[in-house]
């Protein structure tokens, strides 16, 4: 059997290029050995998907190649996405920062991904897995003739063009596997060592047990780490675990942390605390607990007290200035060290990847390999939370379906 082009993965990059591909003509074949198709989209955005961002750009991207983006980007844009979830008439809504939610269920998003499919007359195998894949010389000069061979569990086909969308290593039991790093290894492919991100941070369990009753509490922060130029800040709400810290503020910066490295919290960004403290002091004949507690949650208030020792109880007037000043540089400033991350069961993505300086930033082909193409998370592009991800998926599989 004979195909244009085999995708294999039929996530949300696998999945929108067959579609885009199939409607220029082509003759293809999408390939997973999951059951179902795309279980990340069904999952994502806790089941409502964040499908794009209004605004995106390189800068929301995390590469060893940061310019390889770009074109992709700026070629399928997060407004060409709308339109075409617009003319699905799906309906949708923006939460925060221009991420953009569906409405109902991202199984909406899913129904419109396979109605682009049937659109294009796509042939879809699944479960299906590849068991071999091979490079054929060139027994032909048609510009068809097929360059590859797969031997699959539903028999043998060859194709012109084979692009690789098996996405990432997180969440394994819904079928992530590193089949596609391995193949790209196979073909000479350099790979950016993977690593788990946009995930939450675990600390050592004695350092961690003045805080674990803080599990639950969620306030925002401004949350940093690395320094100069590899500096990275969010604004966003932290979430208190009971391993650690989750919440969009760890999660943004947990792809840019890197193990030994510290984090600097700030849990009152809005305020600068300790001139707050010291006309409290002067004014005030509240408790320093009470005080506190006017700027903070209670049960966060109550725990940096007892860690630094200081009574709840003691009028602001008697409170010691060196005291206060701790206090708010404790409250600040609070720097930590995590000591690992929750690991790929609990990422949302992966970093790292198929390095993307032997791919060809115009349309995601290998430089090693003619016809060979890898979209999607399997390539070291990494967007940040809110709706990145998927954006990069839509613009690398466009990227590629559009010069086939
Ligand atoms: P994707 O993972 O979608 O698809 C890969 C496909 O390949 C899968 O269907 C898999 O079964 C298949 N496959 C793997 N190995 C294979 C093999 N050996 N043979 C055949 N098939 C194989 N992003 C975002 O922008 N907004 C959001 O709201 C969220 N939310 C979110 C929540 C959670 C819990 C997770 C885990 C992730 C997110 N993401 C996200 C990230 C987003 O889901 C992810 O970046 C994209 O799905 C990546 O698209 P791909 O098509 O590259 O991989």
Same mark, same amino acid.
């Given at each position: 059997?004979? $195909?244009?082009?085999?995708?294999?993965?039929?996530?949300?990059?696998? %999945?929108?290029?067959?579609?885009?591909?199939? !409607?220029?003509?082509?003759?293809?074949?999408?390939?997973?050995?999951?059951?179902?198709?795309?279980?990340?989209?069904?999952?994502?955005?806790?089941?409502?998907?964040?499908?794009?961002?209004?605004?995106?750009?390189?800068?929301?991207?995390?590469?060893?190649?940061?310019? &390889?983006?770009?074109?992709?980007?700026?070629?399928?844009?997060?407004?060409?996405?709308?339109?075409?979830?617009?003319?699905?008439?799906?309906?949708?809504?923006? =939460?925060?920062?221009?991420?953009?939610?569906?409405?109902?269920?991202?199984?909406?998003?899913?129904?419109?991904?396979? =109605?682009?499919?049937?659109?294009?007359?796509?042939?879809?195998?699944?479960?299906?897995?590849?068991?071999?894949? !091979?490079?054929?010389?060139?027994?032909?000069?048609? @510009?068809?003739?097929?360059?590859?061979?797969?031997?699959?569990?539903?028999?043998?086909?060859?194709?012109?063009?084979?692009?690789?969308?098996?996405?990432?290593?997180?969440?394994?039991?819904?079928?992530?596997?590193?089949?596609?790093?391995?193949?790209? =290894?196979? $073909?000479?492919?350099?790979?950016?060592?993977?690593?788990?991100?946009?995930?939450?941070?675990?600390?050592?369990?004695?350092?961690?047990?003045? &805080?674990?009753?803080?599990?639950?509490?969620?306030?925002?922060? @401004?949350?940093?780490?690395?320094?100069?130029?590899?500096?990275?800040? $969010?604004?966003?709400?932290?979430? &208190?675990?009971?391993?650690?810290?989750?919440?969009?503020?760890?999660?943004?910066?947990?792809?840019?942390?890197?193990?030994?490295?510290?984090?600097?919290?700030?849990?009152?960004?809005?305020?600068?605390?300790?001139?707050?403290?010291?006309? @409290?002091?002067?004014?005030?004949?509240? *408790?320093?607990?009470?005080?506190?507690?006017?700027?903070?949650?209670?049960? %966060?208030?109550?725990?940096?007290?007892?860690?630094?020792?200081?009574?709840?109880?003691?009028?602001?007037?008697?409170?010691?200035?060196?005291?206060? *000043?701790?206090?708010? *540089? !404790?409250?600040?400033?609070?720097?930590?060290?995590?000591?690992?991350?929750?690991?790929?069961? =609990?990422?949302?993505?992966?970093?790292?990847?198929?390095?993307?300086?032997?791919?060809?930033?115009?349309?995601?082909?290998?430089?090693?390999?003619?016809?060979?193409? &890898?979209?999607?998370?399997?390539?070291?592009?990494?967007?940040?939370?809110?709706?990145?991800?998927?954006?990069?998926?839509?613009?690398?599989?466009?990227?590629? @379906?559009?010069?086939?």
């Amino acid at each position: 059997m004979h $195909f244009d082009l085999v995708i294999i993965g039929a996530g949300a990059a696998g %999945l929108f290029c067959a579609g885009q591909a199939g !409607q220029r003509g082509l003759k293809v074949l999408l390939i997973d050995h999951a059951e179902r198709v795309a279980e990340k989209i069904r999952i994502s955005g806790g089941g409502r998907c964040n499908f794009t961002n209004r605004d995106v750009g390189p800068a929301n991207f995390l590469s060893d190649n940061p310019a &390889f983006c770009r074109s992709a980007l700026a070629r399928y844009s997060s407004q060409d996405f709308i339109a075409l979830v617009q003319k699905h008439g799906i309906a949708f809504h923006e =939460k925060h920062k221009g991420q953009l939610f569906c409405d109902d269920s991202s199984d909406q998003i899913i129904q419109m991904l396979l =109605k682009e499919c049937a659109a294009g007359g796509v042939e879809r195998w699944q479960p299906c897995s590849v068991q071999e894949l !091979q490079t054929l010389s060139a027994e032909s000069t048609e @510009a068809s003739a097929a360059r590859f061979e797969l031997h699959t569990t539903r028999g043998q086909v060859r194709a012109h063009s084979v692009v690789v969308a098996t996405g990432g290593l997180p969440v394994p039991k819904i079928g992530a596997t590193d089949w596609g790093l391995r193949l790209a =290894k196979r $073909f000479g492919h350099a790979i950016v060592e993977p690593r788990p991100a946009l995930v939450p941070l675990t600390f050592d369990e004695q350092a961690w047990a003045p &805080f674990s009753a803080l599990a639950g509490l969620s306030l925002p922060v @401004a949350v940093s780490t690395g320094q100069g130029k590899v500096k990275a800040r $969010f604004l966003e709400d932290l979430l &208190f675990t009971h391993r650690g810290l989750s919440g969009p503020a760890i999660l943004q910066i947990s792809s840019f942390w890197t193990e030994g490295q510290a984090l600097q919290i700030d849990l009152a960004p809005e305020h600068k605390l300790l001139p707050l403290l010291q006309s @409290a002091k002067r004014e005030s004949k509240r *408790q320093l607990g009470n005080e506190l507690a006017s700027l903070f949650p209670q049960r %966060l208030a109550q725990a940096w007290l007892e860690r630094l020792g200081l009574a709840s109880q003691r009028p602001m007037p008697e409170c010691k200035d060196k005291d206060l *000043q701790n206090l708010a *540089q !404790q409250l600040q400033a609070w720097s930590l060290i995590p000591n690992g991350s929750e690991g790929w069961r =609990k990422a949302e993505v992966m970093r790292g990847g198929v390095d993307t300086r032997e791919l060809n930033s115009q349309n995601m082909e290998s430089k090693r390999v003619p016809g060979l193409y &890898f979209i999607g998370e399997v390539v070291d592009v990494t967007g940040w939370l809110g709706g990145y991800n998927f954006q990069w998926a839509w613009a690398s599989a466009a990227a590629c @379906a559009r010069s086939l």
